[in-house]
């Protein structure tokens, strides 16, 4: 049985064969190589971001269920005409200013419990890689020189249009653009490297001074880091066009060889059941939500539990509703926990979990269907209880149970494993007396770190009239 996924290329379900080349054993396979478009640092990342980066995650970490190894890649965009604007606005140099949201970034990552992926390039970090392959497109003489900015000159390259599936007419020869983003009516020859204006960054380089076009450093950063066709390259719909057209023109023209074997496309989120913006009120970041008291869990599983190709309807009675099938979940673990049976008289789990594998397994085959394997999944949950309540299951059935829990959540990313003994309410407790102390003393500053640092950790403090409680963050 292999994976299907449905390549935006071809507009098909696709076997799924990295490297190009279909092996006896999954094993066997070359690590599958995955770039992912990242953020553009020049402000906090919105959901509709995050569920885009926590598909990227589902992707890396069922693959890696079902045995191949990774080589993932997500880039950091730090300097394009938003980052530029946004320094010039606050006065602070380029770097100050994506340094301080790159971070805030990886902390919102970390927080919907997102792994890491092996490389985070940084565009400020690849400009050489960049002219490199720039020099490749002008050997080829597929790029022209207009007033110290290059351009890519698409009449020159046929193939241009197939990923976005563009009508060939609407293509104005000639016609230029140097804004990173435009739309599909405005299919125009686009800015590989943009003359510098008054007051923003530039680098030196043979073609003259200046800085890079948003698109050509994805293509710089894939070369870079796996210097050959990459198996999977994912992004929003929005991405398409023309940033992923532009992509695929600028490699292929450079290096003549296949660029991308599988596109993978998350679709939109909507907030309400509207777009989302900020005119609506209806954008909202992940620390907006956090804000408001609702935890990252819930929010991951709201996030991860439509089908990637299927638009997602963002609500906040959603969260709630999250919050109870984490609760189902929870409820679960605790019961099996306890547990302490040790005569056998049930012959059936090891066929219910091998049941529930195949079962999960053959939803996430179909072009990752989070949707039916979620199905599966709560259908296990449901029998087990069951099971529970008839009290069928001995302590070893349960941990049996447990551990299938566990290799289903190196997928899902969203299950509690710890109990509440894991706390250490000693030491809670300790920070709580020297905090009630902190505002005896109107030490302020250190009564708000104690609650900042708890609350880091998942623990809540209610100040009440008679006094501070904690509450563990579900
Ligand atoms: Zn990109």
Same mark, same amino acid.
């Given at each position: 049985?292999?994976?299907?996924?449905?390549?935006?290329?071809?507009?098909?379900?696709?076997?799924?064969?990295?490297?190009?080349?279909?092996?006896?054993?999954?094993?066997?396979?070359?690590?599958?190589? %995955?770039?992912?478009?990242?953020?553009?640092?020049?402000?906090?990342? @919105?959901?509709?971001?995050?569920?885009?980066?926590?598909?990227?995650?589902?992707?890396?970490?069922?693959?890696?269920?079902?045995? $191949?190894?990774?080589?993932?890649?997500?880039?950091?965009? +730090?300097?394009?005409?938003?980052?530029?604007?946004?320094?010039?606005?606050?006065?602070?140099?380029?770097?100050?200013?994506?340094?301080?949201?790159?971070?805030?970034?990886?902390?919102?990552?970390?927080?919907?419990?997102?792994?890491?992926?092996?490389?985070?390039?940084?565009?400020?970090?690849?400009?050489? /890689?960049?002219?490199?392959?720039?020099?490749?497109?002008?050997?080829?003489?597929?790029?022209?020189?207009? /007033?110290?900015?290059?351009?890519?000159?698409?009449?020159?390259?046929?193939?241009?249009?197939?990923?976005?599936? !563009?009508?060939?007419?609407?293509?104005?020869?000639?016609?230029? $653009?140097?804004?990173?983003?435009?739309?599909?009516?405005?299919?125009? +020859?686009?800015?590989?490297?943009?003359?510098?204006?008054?007051?923003?960054?530039?680098?030196?380089?043979?073609?003259?001074?200046?800085?890079?076009?948003?698109?050509?450093?994805?293509?710089?950063?894939? #070369?870079?880091?796996?210097?050959?066709?990459?198996?999977?390259?994912?992004?929003?719909?929005?991405?398409?066009?023309? @940033?992923?057209?532009?992509?695929?023109?600028?490699?292929?023209?450079?290096?003549?060889?296949?660029?991308?074997?599988?596109?993978? @496309?998350?679709?939109? =989120?909507?907030?309400?059941?509207?777009?989302?913006?900020?005119?609506?009120?209806?954008? $909202?970041?992940?620390?907006?939500? !956090?804000?408001?008291?609702?935890?990252?869990?819930?929010?991951? $599983?709201?996030?991860?539990?439509?089908?990637?190709?299927?638009? =997602?309807?963002?609500?906040?009675?959603?969260?709630?509703?999250?919050?109870?099938?984490?609760?189902?979940?929870?409820? =679960? %673990?605790?019961?099996?926990?306890?547990?302490?049976?040790?005569?056998?008289?049930?012959?059936?789990?090891?066929?219910?979990?091998?049941?529930?594998?195949?079962?999960?397994?053959?939803?996430?085959?179909?072009?990752?269907?989070?949707?039916?394997?979620?199905?599966?999944?709560?259908?296990?949950?449901?029998?087990?209880?069951?099971?529970?309540?008839?009290?069928? =299951?001995?302590?070893?059935?349960? /941990?049996?149970?447990?551990?299938?829990?566990?290799?289903?959540?190196?997928?899902?990313?969203?299950?509690?494993?710890?109990?509440?003994?894991?706390?250490?309410?000693?030491?809670? /407790?300790?920070?709580?007396?020297?905090?009630?102390?902190?505002?005896?003393?109107?030490?302020?500053?250190?009564?708000?770190?104690?609650?900042?640092?708890?609350?880091?950790?998942?623990?809540? !403090?209610?100040?009440?009239?008679?006094?501070? #409680?904690?509450?563990?963050?579900?």
């Amino acid at each position: 049985m292999a994976i299907k996924i449905y390549n935006t290329m071809s507009r098909k379900l696709e076997e799924f064969i990295p490297g190009g080349e279909p092996k006896e054993q999954i094993t066997d396979y070359p690590p599958v190589t %995955i770039y992912s478009c990242g953020p553009t640092v020049y402000s906090f990342a @919105h959901i509709g971001n995050f569920r885009t980066f926590i598909f990227n995650d589902l992707l890396r970490r069922y693959l890696k269920f079902r045995g $191949y190894s990774v080589d993932h890649a997500m880039n950091i965009t +730090d300097v394009d005409d938003k980052t530029i604007k946004g320094a010039l606005a606050e006065g602070i140099t380029l770097k100050e200013y994506t340094d301080k949201y790159t971070k805030i970034f990886f902390e919102d990552l970390k927080k919907l419990n997102i792994e890491p992926v092996e490389h985070n390039p940084r565009a400020t970090e690849s400009i050489e /890689e960049m002219i490199d392959i720039i020099k490749k497109i002008d050997e080829k003489g597929i790029m022209y020189n207009s /007033e110290g900015s290059l351009y890519f000159d698409i009449s020159k390259f046929p193939q241009y249009g197939r990923l976005s599936n !563009l009508d060939k007419r609407e293509i104005k020869a000639g016609a230029r $653009y140097d804004a990173d983003e435009y739309n599909k009516e405005d299919v125009r +020859d686009f800015a590989l490297w943009k003359a510098p204006k008054e007051n923003e960054p530039f680098w030196e380089t043979p073609y003259g001074p200046g800085r890079p076009g948003w698109h050509i450093e994805c293509s710089a950063m894939i #070369r870079k880091i796996f210097g050959k066709t990459i198996d999977i390259h994912t992004g929003g719909v929005d991405l398409i066009f023309p @940033h992923h057209e532009n992509e695929i023109a600028q490699s292929e023209a450079a290096y003549g060889e296949k660029f991308v074997r599988y596109w993978l @496309h998350v679709e939109h =989120l909507l907030v309400d059941g509207a777009k989302m913006s900020k005119s609506a009120g209806n954008f $909202y970041t992940l620390r907006d939500l !956090l804000n408001m008291g609702y935890s990252p869990r819930p929010i991951r $599983y709201l996030l991860i539990s439509a089908h990637y190709r299927k638009q =997602l309807n963002f609500t906040l009675e959603g969260i709630k509703h999250s919050e109870q099938a984490l609760e189902r979940i929870d409820n =679960l %673990i605790v019961r099996l926990r306890d547990i302490k049976k040790e005569e056998h008289n049930f012959n059936e789990c090891d066929n219910l979990i091998a049941k529930l594998y195949f079962d999960f397994t053959e939803a996430m085959d179909n072009d990752l269907n989070i949707s039916g394997a979620l199905g599966v999944f709560f259908e296990f949950v449901s029998k087990v209880n069951t099971l529970i309540s008839e009290e069928k =299951l001995s302590k070893n059935d349960a /941990e049996k149970i447990i551990a299938a829990i566990n290799k289903l959540d190196s997928v899902f990313g969203f299950i509690n494993f710890e109990s509440e003994e894991d706390v250490d309410a000693e030491r809670i /407790e300790a920070l709580v007396q020297e905090r009630i102390q902190a505002k005896k003393d109107k030490n302020f500053k250190r009564a708000d770190e104690i609650r900042d640092m708890l609350k880091e950790e998942g623990i809540i !403090l209610e100040d009440t009239k008679d006094g501070t #409680r904690w509450k563990r963050k579900k």
